[in-house]
Structures are given as C-alpha cells and as structure tokens.
C-alpha cells in the first residue's frame, strides 16, 4: 500500500509565478489536509478537504492561495503569484475520515519543497 | 490558536533514554501524537495516546501524559543513532481536522 505521494518534491518559482503542488492521498483515504513548514518552524496547518469540498480553511492566507480536491484525481494546492516568503516545505496528509474511527490517524507525505527566487 | 511548545535540542549518547517534553494549552485536545521527521523526509507517526490515557508503551517508546498539567513526553529507550531527528508533538481537538504542533526538538544522538 503505497502511502501518501507528493510531487515535485522540489520546486523551484520565480517571483510573480504559479507554484502547483499535487497530493495524493493513500489509498482508502479520503481526507487530505495541507500543512506548511517554514524553515526551523513546526508544521502550521492550512486547509482540511474531502472529496469535492473543502471542510476548514482556517488556515490558508486569504489571497493568492487555494486547494482542490475533484472527484478524481490528486488534491491541489496552489499558489498565485509567489513570493519569496511563500519558500516553505508543503505537507500533505490523509485520512480516512472520522465515521472510520481512525479519523486520528493523519500520514504524511515526503513535502513539497518550494523555493522562490 | 493553540500552543504546542516543546524544547528546540536534546543532546544523547548512544544506549542512554531520551526523553523530550511538550507543552500544550488546549485542554479539550482529544489525541496527543508524536511525529518523528528525518532530514529532507517527511513525517512518520511514532505513536499516539488518547486522552483519557496516562501512559502508553510502544517497544522503545513510553508516551507519558500528565492532563493535568498539560504536559506530554515521549522516552525513547535504548537511543541509538538512528533516532537523530526531529521529533515533534502534536494535537488533535475533539473534530480531528486540524493537527496543532510544537516547533519540534531536534534530538541529536553521539556515539
């Protein structure tokens, strides 16, 4: 079973550019969440989403940043006209949802590592 | 928002037991979770404790709770040099949407 897959695992923008990040939850899961890490920073989150809907987006900044997750294919995080403080490792997460009763369970992908020139 | 804290190094020699601490100010916090991270890699989930538990034993690992005062730690038995990393701790509230973590202790293990 793999588990949780995220690529790039680099990514390199510059300013003023587009930054795309793709998450791929592990299989039977249907829960992703977003967290970014900021060099010497624990993990901060940022979006929580199911198929179709985002639950929470507490934490995402209010512009220049959005996620998906569709029906098919890998949830997306993106990133409008970056700047260099957008330079961060991005984290995805999944689960298989609360009714499960594993719900607490969150796994991790490798991160994307954005960097901003 | 929720505060996780927890110490930046902890220094070991190799066979000794590590033991890092953590901090959290929510008391309605559901799971308590212990998250190691590797250079470059992502994070691995290390082990869990429910709330209403004091103390869970994971082989190498005893996750101790105190509710009370809000504090968590993570004793690694036996530390080898495999076991440099960060570690970082982390809470779920009662929904499980969003994990709260601390800034994570870099725990550095000399043979």
């Known amino acids: 079973n793999a588990g949780v897959m995220q690529n790039p695992r680099h990514l390199v923008r510059r300013r003023g550019q587009e930054a795309r990040l793709r998450c791929s939850p592990m299989?039977?899961?249907?829960?992703v969440y977003w967290y970014r890490q900021l060099p010497e920073e624990g993990l901060k989150f940022m979006v929580y989403?199911?198929?179709?809907?985002?639950?929470?987006e507490s934490g995402m900044p209010k512009e220049r940043f959005s996620a998906e997750f569709p029906k098919e294919g890998p949830s997306i995080l993106r990133i409008q006209q970056v700047v260099r403080g957008d330079s961060a490792a991005y984290f995805c997460?999944?689960?298989?949802?609360?009714?499960?009763?594993?719900?607490?369970?969150?796994?991790f992908g490798p991160g994307t590592r954005l960097t901003v020139t | 928002g929720e505060d996780v804290e927890q110490s930046l190094f902890l220094s070991v020699r190799e066979g000794d037991s590590s033991v890092i601490n953590c901090t959290y100010t929510d008391s309605s916090s559901t799971y308590l979770y212990w998250y190691k991270q590797e250079p470059g890699a992502g994070l691995q989930l290390l082990t869990y404790i429910f709330s209403n538990m004091d103390m869970k034993q994971d082989q190498r690992l005893t996750v101790l709770l105190n509710k009370k005062d809000k504090h968590l730690s993570l004793r690694i038995a036996d530390t080898q040099t495999g076991d440099s990393a960060i570690y970082f701790c982390a809470e779920s509230l009662y929904n499980f949407n969003k994990f709260y973590f601390g800034s994570g202790t870099k725990l550095n293990v000399k043979p």
């Open positions: 989403l199911q198929k179709e809907n985002i639950i929470d």
């Open positions: 997460a999944s689960s298989r949802g609360t009714t499960s009763g594993k719900g607490y369970e969150q796994y």
């Open positions: 299989k039977g899961h249907s829960h």
